[in-house]
């Protein structure tokens, strides 16, 4: 169980890599962390895409309806009033998974259009962690200059770029590869994706 005392904003947007969010948010439910949820119009779009939850039942259900209901606060993306939305609504963090780059322009450049980049820019001004994963290649310059804008600002970039090194042998195995990574930058106690260690080398020589 995690020892979060406050909730963790998780906001899944249009950018590929539904998987990743639907692992994550299975995690911090299966940890007990209290987690306020924002789904924008195309994140709904992605997960009907990539993963066949068209909608908000469907989710519940793919994450389990009592730990859904116990642990999740779902808000609409269109409201700029919400919890969210404040910085004297206290929070321990967000993370933004999948993170569209039009998601990282707005927050860079502090336009707050939407729940979504209102969120994470309350988390950059009371200097609380915020995680973007992007998924995008190539990159642009645009792209860049605004991923290095953001983490100036205090953002953590955790691209959705798994390792091979720990051997994988599902995709489910990349995709805790990524979730692990994001975790952990939340300080959220888990068990998934293996650890390197210096053994792991050794096995791996073998295997050659």
Known sequence: MSSARHPIVLAITGASGAPY????????????????????????????????????????????????????TVFNDHDRGAAPASGSARSSGMVVCPCSMGTVSAIAHGSSRSLVERAADVALKERRRLILVPRETPLSLIHL????????????????????????????????????????????????????????????????
Request: glycine share 6%; hydrophobic share 45%.
């Open 21 to 72: 969010a639907v692992r994550l948010l299975q995690q911090l439910v299966e940890q007990q962390v209290p987690t306020w949820l924002i789904v924008s119009n195309h994140g709904f779009r992605l997960l009907a895409t990539e993963s066949a939850i068209p909608d908000l039942a469907a989710l519940r259900a793919q994450i389990g309806g009592e730990g859904f209901d116990r642990w999740v």
């Open 145 to 208: 200059e605004n991923l290095t804008q953001v983490t100036r600002a205090g953002a953590t970039v955790i691209p959705a770029a798994p390792g091979f090194y720990h051997q994988p042998e599902r995709i489910s195995d990349l995709v805790d590869f990524v979730v692990a990574r994001i975790l952990d930058h939340l300080d959220v106690v888990h068990t998934i994706g293996r650890r390197w260690s210096g053994d792991d080398r050794a096995t791996a020589q073998e295997a050659l």
